[in-house]
């Protein structure tokens, strides 16, 4: 049964053939908590970003996505495991040369409120980075280039004296988006740019994110807890459960043929076509399970109608399936079933969602 699988160790997936902009091995971020143990908020994640594209990252809420970014930045330091950036060893940077690589590695939050200081300008919070890493001469230059960024993410320019209650949560975001493109950075990572924000605004910031991408060549990693937000804007998508990567794929495979049963679920949720409708007959039930005390076996069982004895025992690892290609990985004993017994195509989201718990 495993000889259609081939387990991958370091790399879910096929490496990809240019350097990427980021690779991310083996990346673990544990927190100490006070009752004694830890959190694993992220455990053994590895991916690559290509140069030039985005890579979307979805999971519920508390899987780690954003302890994930911010372990990347080395905003919080990692337990275990490596990070590269443009071939550079983010961990190992000297503070010198990590200031170097942060200037080239930006993130966009998720909170366009919390995220901007309230007493700043918006000509101190996009031209700050600017003047910290002396790359104006003075004011009147700093103005200009704040302008220039503006406008470069739809604003005008009498906004720059303006402070941030003064706009909607749309424009909060671009001004977030503005500050994240000063300093002219390779890649940014978005933690959820558009979850605070109406629908019909989330689709102008992801043109804007998108437009900023071919005019720049920018490369993203892109975190959303909706599946939907990411199908359109992601070359890559990776789906995280309980600090774990478990399914991994070009965009159009993973909406195509999704093999694990916790990203059919978040599929089926995210493709109602009409938002009156009444909900999918199947829709994940219950909660994520604590990440202090994860269930043995594959972390999913507790909720997935598929599971066997096997699930509750013996965590899967990462695997490439044998129907979507070098760069589709699972971690799902019922997907090597499915892939060995050739059914994999016919389990598309609608199908196999009808066999998850039902709410
Ligand atoms: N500073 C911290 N101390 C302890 N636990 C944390 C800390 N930050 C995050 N966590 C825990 O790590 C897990 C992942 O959180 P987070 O990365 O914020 O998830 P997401 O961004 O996917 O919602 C959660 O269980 C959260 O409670
Ligand atoms: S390994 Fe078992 S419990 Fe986990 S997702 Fe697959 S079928 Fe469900
Ligand atoms: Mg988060």
Request: charged share 20%; aromatic share 6%.
């Amino acid at each position: 049964m495993m000889g259609s699988m081939m387990v991958v160790s370091v790399s879910n997936a096929e490496p990809i053939a240019a350097e990427p902009i980021l690779r991310v091995r083996d990346l673990c971020t544990y927190f100490p908590v006070r009752a004694g143990g830890e959190v694993h908020a992220v455990e053994h994640v590895s991916f690559e970003v290509a140069r030039g594209s985005a890579f979307g990252l979805v999971g519920e809420s508390g899987c780690g996505k954003s302890t994930l970014a911010r372990t990347i930045l080395r905003l919080i330091p990692a337990t275990s495991g490596a990070v590269e950036f443009d071939g550079q060893p983010v961990f190992d940077l000297s503070a010198g040369a990590l200031r170097g690589v942060r200037r080239k590695m930006q993130i966009v939050f998720q909170d366009p409120v919390s995220s901007l200081n309230p007493r700043m300008t918006i000509e101190q919070i996009v031209g700050e980075a600017l003047s910290v890493h002396r790359l104006v001469a003075n004011r009147a230059e700093r103005r200009r280039r704040v302008a220039g960024l503006l406008a470069r993410v739809g604003l005008g320019a009498d906004d720059i004296d303006r402070y941030p209650h003064e706009f909607s949560g749309g424009q909060r975001q671009r001004i977030g988006i503005a500050r994240a493109l000063a300093l002219e950075p390779e890649l940014i990572v978005c933690d959820e740019p558009v979850s605070a924000l109406d629908v019909s605004i989330q689709s102008q910031i992801l043109n804007l994110l998108a437009d900023l991408q071919d005019e720049l060549h920018l490369s993203y990693l892109f975190i959303a807890h909706d599946l939907a937000v990411v199908r359109h804007f992601c070359d890559e998508v990776a789906v995280m459960y309980l600090g774990r990567i478990v399914e991994q794929a070009p965009a159009k495979t993973l909406f195509d043929s999704p093999r694990h049963p916790y990203t059919q679920a978040l599929l089926a949720a995210a493709t109602r076509p009409d938002p009156n409708a009444p909900p999918p007959r199947a829709v994940l039930a219950g909660e994520p399970p604590n990440p202090a005390d994860p269930p043995p076996g594959c972390a999913f069982h507790p909720r997935c109608a598929y599971a066997t004895e096997r699930c509750r025992r013996e965590r899967p690892a990462l695997a490439r399936t044998g129907a979507g290609g070098p760069r589709h990985v699972v971690a799902c004993w019922a997907a090597e079933d499915a892939c060995d017994s050739d059914v994999g195509a016919g389990r598309g989201a609608a199908q196999s969602a009808d066999g998850l718990n039902l709410a």
